[in-house]
């Protein structure tokens, strides 16, 4: 489909694994973000990529996670040493720019469901 | 510290009637507003937006009120219908026109159920 696409759609691991998570995004879109979702919550940010590049990665939690989106299209969540308060959904999201500006509107794929046990 | 609250966990109206889903928030640098709707193990979709220049904005069946002096907006939804059943969530930006990136602070989200 067009939209943005994330995959696995539910991830169970046991606490200490490791997790990756993956993001295609809308073609053409140049932006893209990651966010988390906890129970009861709205989303929360986390990162941040223009093109290759983390331009904002202030919303990771900890050194456990990082993302990587090393030709400015596909991206990696990965978390390490995972832990019971990583459950969550995992919310992949894309945008727009139109003549160097942001458009305001973000395209969220379905999200990824981490549970850890 | 909750920037963005929605003070009402849900919300339950009548089909045909008016749905009004508020939202405060308290950082003043936000300049631009959006609703999103999420339906369950779907990802949230955007509804509709408002920059902080303007304190209306309409479409179709939804406006959106923005009152800067009280840090408050509100969705309204006229008339309600079954299928606008779903998560709001309200998200706030510092968008300066464009320059800025899309990073959003979200509300906890309001449950709309609407009854035929």
């Known amino acids: 489909g067009a939209g943005v696409s994330q995959t696995p759609s539910n991830k169970v691991t046991e606490k200490g694994k490791y997790v990756e998570l993956r993001c295609d995004p809308i073609?053409?879109?140049?932006?893209l973000y990651w966010y988390r979702q906890s129970l009861g919550q709205g989303p929360e940010f986390l990162i941040y990529?223009?093109?290759?590049?983390?331009?904002?990665d202030s919303g990771l939690p900890n050194d456990r996670f990082f993302a990587v989106r090393p030709e400015g299209s596909v991206s990696t969540l990965k978390i390490q040493r995972t832990e019971r308060g990583d459950s969550a959904v995992y919310l992949c999201?894309?945008?727009?720019?139109?003549?160097?500006?942001?458009?305001?509107?973000?395209?969220f794929g379905e999200g990824s469901r981490l549970t850890v046990l | 510290d909750q920037q963005v609250k929605q003070n009402s966990p849900s919300l339950s109206v009548q089909e045909g009637r008016i749905s009004i889903l508020n939202c405060d928030y308290t950082?003043?640098?936000?300049?631009?507003f959006l609703w999103y709707k999420k339906y369950p193990a779907e990802g949230p979709t955007f509804l509709i937006s408002?920059?902080?220049?303007?304190d209306k904005n309409e479409d179709g069946r939804f406006t959106v009120f923005l009152n800067k002096s009280a840090k408050h907006l509100s969705l309204h939804i006229v008339p309600s219908q079954p299928g606008d059943s779903a998560v709001y969530f309200c998200?706030?930006?510092?968008?300066?026109?464009?320059?800025?990136?899309?990073?959003?602070?979200f509300g906890q989200g309001t449950i709309l159920t609407v009854h035929p």
């Open positions: 998200a706030a930006s510092n968008f300066a026109g464009g320059t800025s990136y899309g990073k959003l602070t």
């Open positions: 950082n003043s640098m936000f300049d631009y």
């Open positions: 073609s053409g879109h140049t932006a």
């Open positions: 990529f223009q093109g290759t590049g983390a331009a904002d």
């Open positions: 408002i920059s902080s220049i303007k």
């Open positions: 999201a894309s945008s727009l720019m139109v003549a160097g500006l942001h458009t305001g509107e973000l395209f």
